[in-house]
Structures are given as structure tokens and as C-alpha cells.
């Protein structure tokens, strides 16, 4: 991805301010930028990073956020969050770009453009310079409790509900795979009871005992 920058970094600030306190023009184009003091074509490239940042379509027509930005109160941080969705990659690796060294962000501008020496710089410059504008940390802020929020609405599983679950399915295969335990469930209360049976049985050569023992097992105990 190319990133667009100034080769004149030092306007930058100049331009954004006067955005500020001037009227919102019907559209930004070369001529309109001579007619508000900016007359070299250094500063004429500036047009298209008001297009990186949506201050203006690609026809040059001001956006919503050209209007956001205008305002002495909130403009700044209108800036930050314009920076932030520009520079969404930078932002995703280094969540706080705007204040990391100038050698982090020369290895990531370094990594994602072909642009040679020079232009790196300039990249630098233009991103540093917008970052001075802005008022990041308002928005931070905002960002961090809206997080929070969202964190909050995620349904906890309690670890106790799950062990418990866990050991009543862990009962309900130990009854269906032995016929002496019993299962008793209160769908009023949610208890469920198992019942385990073990029976002794006397030691004796005679056959019909143990069959007359089962036999009985079978009619009163497993029915």
C-alpha cells in the first residue's frame, strides 16, 4: 500500500488550520487551495491526503467529516479518529502509534511501501504532523470504555454450573449403562437423585437360589 504524504510536512499543520477557520468550499481542488494562501505544488499534494483521510471524496467534494472537523471543540478529535481508520494497519500492530518512535515507524512504512529513502521520510513526516493535530487521547478514552462495554454484554459461563453439568452428564451414562442404579428427577426443583443398589448374595452350590435371586431382582428391583 502507498501511503500519500507531503513533500512540504511543515504546511500541514498550516492547512488544517485554516480548514478550521474558514467556510466549507463546495469543492477542494488546486485553485481552491491558491485561493486560500497555499500556492506551490508541494502543498497542492495535500489534496490527497485529505482523500486518505475522507476529509473529501475522490471528487473533491468535503464529507461529513470535513464538517466534524471544522468545529474548535471536537475538531481534533475528529482528526484522530480520520487518522486511526487511515492508518488501520499501523494502528492494528502499534495501538499507539501516534507516540511510538520514529525508527518503529520507519521499520513499518519500510516493510508495507516500495517508497525509496525519501519518500519514507516524507511518509514520517506527514504521519507525525497529522498525529501533532489531533487529540488522541479523547478518543482513546471513548474507545477503551466502549470496549469495556462490549466485554460486558459477553455471557460469562460459570466454571462451578459447567463442573456440575459435567458430573450429571458423567451420572446419567454410569445409570444407563448399569441396571442397579436408579435415577430420580423433581422437575419442580431440578434435584436429581441416583439411587445405587448393591446386593450381596450368600454363597451356595445350589443353582435355583441364584436363579430364584435374580428372578426376584428382575420383577421387584429393575421394572
Known sequence: MNYPYSTAPGTIQKVLSKIQSIGQPSKVSKT????????????????????????????????????????????????????????AELFEIYPDANTIERSELMHFFTTRTKAGALALNHTISTFKNLVSFAEFEEVDTQQNKEKEKEDDTIPVTNEKTKSHEKLNEEDSEKVKSNPLVKQFHDSKTGVTINLNIQLTVPETTDEKVYDKFFESMKKHLLS
Do not use: D
Open 32 to 87: 481552491w487551495m491558491s485561493s486560500v494562501g497555499f500556492t506551490k505544488s508541494s502543498e497542492h499534494r495535500f489534496i490527497a491526503i485529505l482523500k486518505f483521510l475522507n476529509f473529501i471524496e475522490a471528487t473533491g467534494v468535503p464529507t461529513e467529516r470535513w464538517t466534524k472537523f471544522r468545529s474548535q471543540k471536537t475538531g481534533r478529535q475528529e482528526l484522530a479518529i480520520a487518522i486511526r481508520e487511515a492508518y
